[in-house]
């Protein structure tokens, strides 16, 4: 894996400001290569989801990034402790146009996450508004808190 190296000023010069000119213009081509890299493995075309999940004491909330996903395209699975989501965006163009550019591609998701505790997958609703699913994921009885109450002595 290559990582950027922003270490140059450290780098000795021992005098030679000027012949490093052109050292100075490899850096400026290599921070631009790997700023352009590091951009286009963020966007959403590489079929990453933007994912949070939230412990809200009796539940998981589990909300994630799917924009141009419908209902229909994403499958959502709860097995034990492992949670499974399946999503894909596909473009399709209406009759009789054709594309002159296009920024947004069609892409497919598909992932699962080892839940920390035990969920109760009746009880799991999901819902998708505005290219944002959330899910919330009661935990089983066994896996929710208990209030132990503190006698005094």
């Known amino acids: 894996m290559l990582s950027r190296w922003n270490e140059w000023n450290a780098f000795p010069a021992f005098g030679f400001g000027r012949s490093l000119g052109s050292l100075s213009a490899l850096r400026r081509e290599m921070d631009r290569l790997f700023w352009d890299f590091e951009q286009d493995r963020s966007d959403a075309r590489s079929g990453a989801a933007r994912f949070t999940f939230t412990d809200k004491g009796d539940a998981l909330e589990f909300r994630g990034e ?8 994403l499958e959502v699975q709860v097995t034990g402790k492992v949670l499974s989501l399946k999503a894909s965006r596909r473009i399709e163009e209406p009759k009789g146009y054709a594309t002159h550019r296009r920024e947004r591609e069609a892409y497919t998701y598909a992932q699962s996450y080892e839940l920390p505790v035990a969920v109760d997958g009746d009880k799991v609703s999901a819902t998708l508004k ?5 899910l ?7 896996a929710q808190p208990k209030r132990i109450t503190v006698n005094a002595a």
């Open 136 to 142: 919330v994921l009661p935990k089983a009885a066994e």
């Open 66 to 73: 799917f924009p141009g996903v419908s209902e229909k395209d």
């Open 130 to 134: 505005q290219g944002v699913l959330t």
